[in-house]
């Protein structure tokens, strides 16, 4: 007993070093598995707070630019409802008892990230304003990510680019489906994995959102083929998506809820077991 | 002794809040950021109690990682550097640091960029081995460490003189 005491007391230098190391490599290993629970996030009042503040000054800095893409937005919304050939003139009386499929929050990002190769953002928007994690989250010109942890006040959301997230998307044109990856080398480019050989894929096709999967509803846009070859088997298609989002000057974006998440997860549930 | 240790308690926080407002976000070249938060670990007094100085560089790693959301990489890497600093000290300085009386202001300045520059380099390699964590992309652990680690080492020198006391 005396010994492994003297042992512990001489080689205590090297213990700490060993114990602290290995916790690190255990956080480490943690952040680049999704869906494992994170202990270290920046979804909490301090570093949430410190990001805010600074972000409320930073914010007015590119004003201008933010204002333009909203009102390239509600230039579109307009032209489609302008447009719309079917008239709609039937109002809900009662506003409260019309619930849609998705709600949709808007949120500002107050840290944004894409130099790295697992990208995660900040949010403003949390518990506090019913935002938990596996909602998606989008901007106005295409899809952004799912939130991962969920504070009070704030939220963290897994980019798309980033190298563990996984998105269903699909061909817009004939429907097929595969999986949206990032390889971790360029912020406009993505990759979509898994596509049938047989599916006819054309340089400039866009890619939008399944809808396969409870998070993300169906055709939201995600961007266009840029190049495309065969896998090393030769049995599925890698394309490489150009995002229609510029992934590095992100402000204002929208929370997606679906309201029916908890019965489809439910029925899922109970088919697998 | 009361000066010193608010002298590195400033500089700890300091530190940490130009790392995670400003550094993080220069993207130089798309991906290019400096790292200056090690200056902390560079700069600490020689003549040391160890286990508190590995303690404070995991605390150190601990909340830039918790700033930028990346687990435990700037923690591990933090560690290993000051766990390995004495030994980088022994190899860069030689004698100096052999009589204990070394101090970073009377030290020339080659024998301090080599002992900076070891220490960058150990750390940034440790640092995008991690954040990277995959063998098949080693081209971009090592495209990612050289050019970081000379924008942090230019960065850290500039920082050093600029910011220390003639010693007379």
Redesign the interface.
């Given at each position: 007993m005396q010994q492994i005491i003297n042992f512990i007391i001489r080689n205590?230098?090297?213990l700490?070093?060993l114990l602290?190391?290995f916790?690190?490599?255990?956080?480490?290993?943690?952040?680049?598995s999704y869906h494992k629970s994170?202990f270290?996030?920046?979804a909490?009042f301090?570093?949430g707070g410190?990001?805010n503040t600074?972000n409320n000054i930073s914010s007015y800095f590119n004003l201008k630019s933010q204002n333009q893409i909203l009102a390239e937005e509600n230039n579109r919304l307009k032209s489609i409802l302008y447009n719309s050939e079917n008239e709609i003139d039937s109002t809900y009386i009662d506003s409260i008892t019309y619930q849609g499929l998705y709600k949709v929050t808007s949120a500002q990002v107050i840290k944004n990230?894409?130099?790295?190769?697992?990208n995660?953002l900040?949010i403003n928007k949390g518990v506090n304003d019913s935002i938990k994690e596996d909602f998606g989250v989008i901007t106005s010109k295409g899809i952004l990510g799912v939130i991962v942890n969920s504070s009070n006040n704030y939220s963290?959301v897994i980019s798309i680019l980033n190298t563990t997230s996984n998105i269903s998307a699909k061909l817009k044109k004939s429907g097929h489906y595969g999986s949206l990856t990032w390889d971790?080398?360029s912020?406009n480019i993505v990759q979509l994995v898994d596509v049938e050989k047989i599916a006819p894929v054309v340089e400039g096709d866009t890619i939008v959102t399944s809808g396969r999967s409870s998070i993300f509803p169906i055709g939201i846009k995600i961007g266009t083929v840029s190049s495309f070859e065969l896998d090393a088997a030769e049995n599925y298609y890698e394309i490489n998506v150009k995002l229609f989002n510029d992934m590095t000057n992100i402000e204002h974006v929208y929370i997606i809820k679906n309201n029916d998440k908890e019965e489809i997860t439910n029925l899922l549930n109970g088919t697998n077991e | 002794m009361n000066s010193i240790i608010s002298i590195h308690g400033i500089r700890f926080l300091v530190l940490i809040i130009i790392q995670v407002l400003i550094c993080n976000h220069i993207n130089f070249l798309g991906y290019v950021n400096p790292y200056i938060y090690i200056l902390f670990i560079i700069l600490f007094p020689v003549k040391n109690n160890r286990s508190l100085f590995i303690f404070l560089s995991f605390l150190l790693g601990l909340t830039i990682d918790l700033f930028s959301d990346s687990g435990g990489i700037h923690a591990a890497a933090c560690v290993f550097i000051a766990y390995a600093r004495p030994i980088i000290l022994k190899f860069s300085f030689g004698m100096a640091y052999e009589y204990q009386n070394m101090k970073f202001n009377n030290v020339s300045f080659g024998d301090k960029l080599t002992y900076m520059t070891i220490i960058i380099v150990l750390h940034h390699i440790i640092l995008f081995s991690l954040e990277i964590f995959s063998i098949s992309k080693i081209i971009l652990i090592f495209q990612k460490t050289l050019f970081s680690s000379i924008f942090t080492i230019i960065l850290c020198s500039l920082i050093t003189i600029i910011f220390s006391r003639e010693s007379k």
């Amino acid at each position: 007993m005396q010994q492994i005491i003297n042992f512990i007391i001489r080689n205590k230098t090297f213990l700490l070093f060993l114990l602290l190391f290995f916790l690190s490599i255990v956080f480490t290993i943690q952040s680049h598995s999704y869906h494992k629970s994170k202990f270290i996030n920046s979804a909490n009042f301090l570093t949430g707070g410190v990001y805010n503040t600074f972000n409320n000054i930073s914010s007015y800095f590119n004003l201008k630019s933010q204002n333009q893409i909203l009102a390239e937005e509600n230039n579109r919304l307009k032209s489609i409802l302008y447009n719309s050939e079917n008239e709609i003139d039937s109002t809900y009386i009662d506003s409260i008892t019309y619930q849609g499929l998705y709600k949709v929050t808007s949120a500002q990002v107050i840290k944004n990230s894409y130099s790295v190769t697992d990208n995660v953002l900040l949010i403003n928007k949390g518990v506090n304003d019913s935002i938990k994690e596996d909602f998606g989250v989008i901007t106005s010109k295409g899809i952004l990510g799912v939130i991962v942890n969920s504070s009070n006040n704030y939220s963290t959301v897994i980019s798309i680019l980033n190298t563990t997230s996984n998105i269903s998307a699909k061909l817009k044109k004939s429907g097929h489906y595969g999986s949206l990856t990032w390889d971790g080398n360029s912020p406009n480019i993505v990759q979509l994995v898994d596509v049938e050989k047989i599916a006819p894929v054309v340089e400039g096709d866009t890619i939008v959102t399944s809808g396969r999967s409870s998070i993300f509803p169906i055709g939201i846009k995600i961007g266009t083929v840029s190049s495309f070859e065969l896998d090393a088997a030769e049995n599925y298609y890698e394309i490489n998506v150009k995002l229609f989002n510029d992934m590095t000057n992100i402000e204002h974006v929208y929370i997606i809820k679906n309201n029916d998440k908890e019965e489809i997860t439910n029925l899922l549930n109970g088919t697998n077991e | 002794m009361n000066s010193i240790i608010s002298i590195h308690g400033i500089r700890f926080l300091v530190l940490i809040i130009i790392q995670v407002l400003i550094c993080n976000h220069i993207n130089f070249l798309g991906y290019v950021n400096p790292y200056i938060y090690i200056l902390f670990i560079i700069l600490f007094p020689v003549k040391n109690n160890r286990s508190l100085f590995i303690f404070l560089s995991f605390l150190l790693g601990l909340t830039i990682d918790l700033f930028s959301d990346s687990g435990g990489i700037h923690a591990a890497a933090c560690v290993f550097i000051a766990y390995a600093r004495p030994i980088i000290l022994k190899f860069s300085f030689g004698m100096a640091y052999e009589y204990q009386n070394m101090k970073f202001n009377n030290v020339s300045f080659g024998d301090k960029l080599t002992y900076m520059t070891i220490i960058i380099v150990l750390h940034h390699i440790i640092l995008f081995s991690l954040e990277i964590f995959s063998i098949s992309k080693i081209i971009l652990i090592f495209q990612k460490t050289l050019f970081s680690s000379i924008f942090t080492i230019i960065l850290c020198s500039l920082i050093t003189i600029i910011f220390s006391r003639e010693s007379k």
